[in-house]
């Protein structure tokens, strides 16, 4: 995901939302196509809609009241994956500015690259702790002319 938004930052195209104004609905349509291509099932909450994936541990949120305020802090999408959106693993967080080609670029990415990811190869067998009476090896002694000692 983080790989997706440096590459779309790095292209310097697609700043299509004119800051200062609210985004319309052809913006959220556009930015969402990839959730709804996808089959991900969307819901309205009261100011908020809500894209997330079958096993809904993944999802993009577009707060409509944050939209109509574009000088305001508060975030307009949010882009998260775990427990909830409420308690995400993490959360990309972007403002009414955000071009909705970015935003589908990462729809696209979360649509088809969420999941548990590894990094490097992982064992099976739960690691377990060495037993307390383990003893360490000995350390090689180094540097010219150390006599060679006898390990008691």
Do not use: C, Y
Not at 19 to 26: E, I, P, S, T, Y
Not at 27 to 55: C, M, Q
Not at 66 to 73: C, F, H, L, M, T
Request: charged share 15%; proline share 11%.
């Amino acid at each position: 995901m983080l790989q997706e938004l440096l590459n779309h930052l790095a292209d310097g195209d697609g700043w299509d939302t004119a800051v200062g104004l609210a985004v319309d609905g052809k913006s959220v349509t556009a930015a969402t196509k990839p959730l709804v291509e996808a089959g991900w099932k969307h819901t309205v909450d009261g100011r908020f809609i809500r894209w997330t994936n079958p096993s809904q541990d993944a999802g993009v949120q577009f707060d409509v009241f944050a939209a109509q305020k574009p000088s305001s802090a508060l975030a307009t999408w949010t882009i998260w994956a775990g427990p909830s959106v409420d308690q995400p693993t993490w959360a990309l967080h972007a403002s009414p500015h955000t071009p909705a080609s970015t935003l589908a670029d990462l729809a696209t990415e979360l649509a088809h690259g969420t999941g548990t990811r590894h990094h490097g190869p992982r064992s099976s067998a739960p690691r377990q702790p060495p037993p307390a009476n383990a003893k360490l090896p000995a350390a090689a002694p180094t540097g010219p002319g150390l006599p060679a000692r006898r390990l008691r």
